[in-house]
């Protein structure tokens, strides 16, 4: 019967198949997993006993992010050929099928700049990502509500939206954690990244139109960007550099406590934003090499961009820029400048 319905176990495949839609149905494994095929990149897995944990991974907001979109497709692929049982409710996304297709980060517009209803805002629904960022926050809604324990409150929730960056970095990878709004950072969950190989977390300060702010702020989730390194083709990836992410997220599938490790901050690279810049004419230019790799710093004084009559210099020592890019458009952030931190002080 499987293999009518997803053939070869490849749900990747029947996604880019149908990029833009798949009429829902589902069957059950048998090892007595529930697989609920929901839309086009969206299944959802219901272990056949009882869990407190709702996962959701997504993968493929950028199109051509593709490393995590490999892993999370032979997860997949494994969990419906039964060679990895699901003891977690968990959802997998692949978040945008057209521009995965395309082998381009986005179609017409970012797509993790349109969540928290931002899909909405201005022109309102007027493209397939403002589609589709609506339906993603619809199906995470309905993941999150739609459980066999009656008592909401025991749930634990998290949702881990892997990415890979556009250039190098000074660490390969690192994690973005949404802002909290005050409450505590969680030594399980830089646990649980440090077992993914990732030991450097960018702690934001404010509400962002990302995908992880919003199952954060919106569904009490554990939830992370997490950058995996840098974007290559399909069948490009050094799949073994991605090694302990994978092993990590199948445990985190398993149920095993790989969220158990203890958190050491001094094997932690922690930094917090210290400033954006905004792009704000046409003339922004930055003052740097085209290659250079996230978390590079330079001495005070030094001249990062110009835009128009506005000069941006390093303000701190250990000032360190992120996700620099001239070609966003205008009122969109060209870059962020962060510093070291601490999460010493509120730490559950
Ligand atoms: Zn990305």
Not at 27 to 42: E, I
Request: glycine share 6%; with cysteine.
């Amino acid at each position: 019967m499987l293999t009518q319905l997803i053939p070869a176990a490849d749900f990747l495949k029947l996604t880019l198949d149908n990029p833009d839609g798949l009429a829902p149905f589902q069957f059950t494994l048998d090892n007595g997993t529930s697989v609920q095929v929901w839309d086009s990149g969206v299944i959802c897995f219901e272990p056949y006993g009882a869990t407190n944990e709702d996962v959701v991974l997504s993968c493929g907001v950028h199109g051509n992010e593709t490393a995590p979109i490999e892993i999370c497709a032979a997860i997949v692929k494994d969990i419906l050929n039964e060679r990895l049982a699901p003891s977690v409710r968990l959802l997998v996304l692949f978040g945008n099928p057209p521009a995965i297709n395309a082998g381009s980060r986005e179609i017409t517009e970012n797509l993790n700049r349109l969540f928290s209803g931002h899909h909405s805002k201005g022109a309102g629904l007027i493209n397939a990502e403002r589609r589709r960022a609506k339906a993603l926050e619809q199906y995470v809604s309905q993941f999150y509500q739609q459980s066999r324990v009656t008592n909401q409150a025991t749930r634990n929730r998290s949702l881990y939206d892997l990415h890979t960056a556009i250039r190098g970095s000074r660490f390969e990878k690192f994690a973005v954690c949404p802002f909290l709004h005050g409450k505590p950072w969680r030594k399980a969950e830089f646990a649980f990244l440090a077992a993914c190989d990732v030991h450097t977390v960018l702690l934001m300060q404010t509400p962002a139109t990302t995908f992880s702010y919003y199952a954060s702020n919106e569904h009490e989730a554990h939830s992370f960007t997490i950058e995996l390194g840098k974007v290559k083709p399909f069948g490009q990836n050094d799949m073994a550099r991605f090694g302990r992410a994978d092993s990590s997220l199948r445990a985190l599938i398993r149920n095993e406590p790989v969220k158990a490790g203890a958190f050491d901050a001094e094997k932690f690279n922690m930094y917090k934003v210290y400033r954006s810049i905004v792009k704000q004419t046409q003339d922004f230019k930055l003052h740097f090499a085209n290659d250079i790799e996230n978390f590079t710093s330079y001495p005070p004084g030094t001249l990062l961009a110009t835009d128009g009559d506005i000069e941006y210099r390093v303000e701190q020592e250990g000032e360190a820029l992120i996700f620099p890019n001239a070609k966003v458009a205008i009122g969109q952030r060209a870059m962020l400048m962060v510093v070291p931190a601490s999460v010493a002080d509120n730490l559950a």
